[in-house]
């Protein structure tokens, strides 16, 4: 684990929490936010925290975790180098309107990386090669995003998946969800369905990878 200053694990810890509201909860995910919260308070107080936060052995919690501080992440790169967080009173941190981000953004990416563990991650990889190779083959589209809400295409010649936008590779464990049409559906087998959250949506068929 990488060592990040108090001050700074209490910052990201706090806005993670605030951030777990666009995930969906279950009791779970609700303890997470709550141990962010205590964490954060500690760390602020300099009294100790958990570089581990609710350790677990459940993959699935492993990749919440990591999906929600690669999520948080997202937003802390896209500041500027002095940015005004004035407005961040709502998260709870008080950092003024001339906060130099650099060291915050360093910080964020150590979080990041403490976390990012896809050993210890649902092995989902080859399944969701499989049924895009799948759809591929049978001449149907697919929308897959990723944890930044980027469209993700795979490419099968390299064996890898990139971002349309950058065309910069994208590791399997950041993606979230895939969508297909009702008739591309058709033609996935049940038991890949069963290994994802599966949503029917209007016209269209979502499967979640958490």
């Given at each position: ?201 209007n016209y269209q068929f979502k499967?979640?990878?958490?």
């Open positions: 684990m990488t060592y990040i200053q108090p001050h700074l694990f209490s910052m990201i810890c706090r806005i993670a929490a605030n951030r777990a509201y666009y995930f969906e909860f279950d009791d779970w995910r609700l303890k997470l936010r709550d141990a962010l919260f205590e964490q954060s308070a500690m760390a602020e107080l300099d009294i100790g925290f958990d570089i581990e936060i609710l350790f677990t052995e459940d993959p699935k919690q492993n990749l919440c975790k990591y999906h929600l501080f690669k999520y948080t992440d997202c937003l802390i790169q896209s500041l500027n180098e002095i940015e005004n967080l004035s407005t961040w009173r709502f998260f709870g941190i008080d950092c003024g309107n001339e906060y130099k981000t650099e060291f915050l953004k360093m910080a964020s990416l150590d979080m990041v990386h403490n976390f990012e563990k896809p050993e210890f991650f649902p092995q989902y990889k080859t399944k969701i090669i499989e049924l895009v190779n799948m759809l591929l083959t049978n001449k149907y589209g697919y929308e897959l995003r990723s944890i930044d809400e980027k469209y993700i295409q795979w490419d099968q010649e390299q064996g890898l998946f990139y971002c349309l936008g950058d065309k910069s590779e994208v590791n399997w464990y950041d993606l979230i969800y895939m969508i297909i049409s009702p008739e591309a559906k058709q033609i996935v087998p049940q038991r890949m369905l069963e290994e994802f959250d599966c949503q029917e949506l499967l979640n990878f958490l």
